[in-house]
């Protein structure tokens, strides 16, 4: 089992462009969550999906961001135009679901915006 | 009410020692409460979790003190070692739902 699969792992970019990032679940996990964690705020939920469905997208912290799954093994965080302020390492998570509480983190994308 | 409050934010015990970190909530719909560990580079991995209908579980050097009454629960690392070193979170999951809500980190030294 390969785990939970995150790119890029790190990326640079430029303040306003627009920054991709993506996730592939566990096989056979129906639940992925989007986390951020800056040493400020620590790790916070952006958002999670079940079933391919977002459920709970509170944590989003603005319009400029936005995520989607279109399908189980696949997941993707924008952020549109990015800001500095944005710079944080964005981490995924998948859960098998059912009587299953564990979450599985991936290692990361470290984001830089200049 | 969705903050589950993390104490120290940093930590330095002797080779040997035990290291305590604490964690207090407010929200009584929490229904699971894990400990996550995550070592420079990585993403957290589960260490240990309990549930408020029991008021200790232990695994190895690790045990989870659960004191529903006050709120609060406590990760407690007996003999710790150089390779405990990480960052230590606890949580807490809304009941019925998968969504954690993370404490702020204790960053733990163990000194050789």
């Known amino acids: 089992d390969a785990g939970v699969i995150q790119s890029p792992r790190h990326e640079v970019t430029e303040m306003g462009q627009e920054v991709t990032l993506r996730c592939k679940p566990i096989?056979?996990?129906?639940?992925l969550f989007w986390y951020r964690q800056t040493m400020m705020r620590g790790l916070e939920l952006l958002i999670y999906?079940?079933?391919?469905?977002?459920?709970?997208d509170s944590g989003m912290p603005e319009d400029r961001f936005s995520a989607k799954m279109p399908n189980a093994s696949f997941s993707t965080l924008k952020i549109q135009p990015s800001e500095p302020r944005d710079s944080a390492v964005y981490f995924c998570?998948?859960?098998?679901?059912?009587?299953?509480?564990?979450?599985?983190f991936g290692p990361g994308t470290r984001l830089t915006v200049l | 009410q969705q903050q589950v409050k993390q104490s120290p934010q940093s930590l330095i015990v002797q080779k040997g020692g035990i290291s305590i970190i604490n964690c207090a909530y407010e929200?009584?719909?929490?229904?699971?409460f894990p400990w996550y560990q995550q070592f420079p580079g990585k993403g957290p991995a589960l260490l240990i979790a309990?549930?408020?209908?029991?008021s200790e579980k232990k695994e190895g050097r690790f045990t989870i003190s659960f004191n529903k009454s006050a709120k609060q629960f406590s990760l407690h690392i007996m003999d710790s070692q150089p390779g405990d070193s990480a960052t230590y979170f606890c949580?807490?999951?809304?009941?019925?739902?998968?969504?954690?809500?993370f404490g702020t980190g204790t960053r733990l030294k163990v000194l050789a």
């Open positions: 998570a998948s859960n098998s679901g059912g009587r299953s509480n564990e979450q599985f």
């Open positions: 096989s056979g996990h129906n639940s």
């Open positions: 999906f079940n079933n391919n469905v977002p459920i709970d």
């Open positions: 929200n009584t719909a929490f229904d699971y």
């Open positions: 309990i549930r408020p209908d029991v």
């Open positions: 949580a807490a999951r809304n009941r019925g739902t998968y969504k954690y809500i």
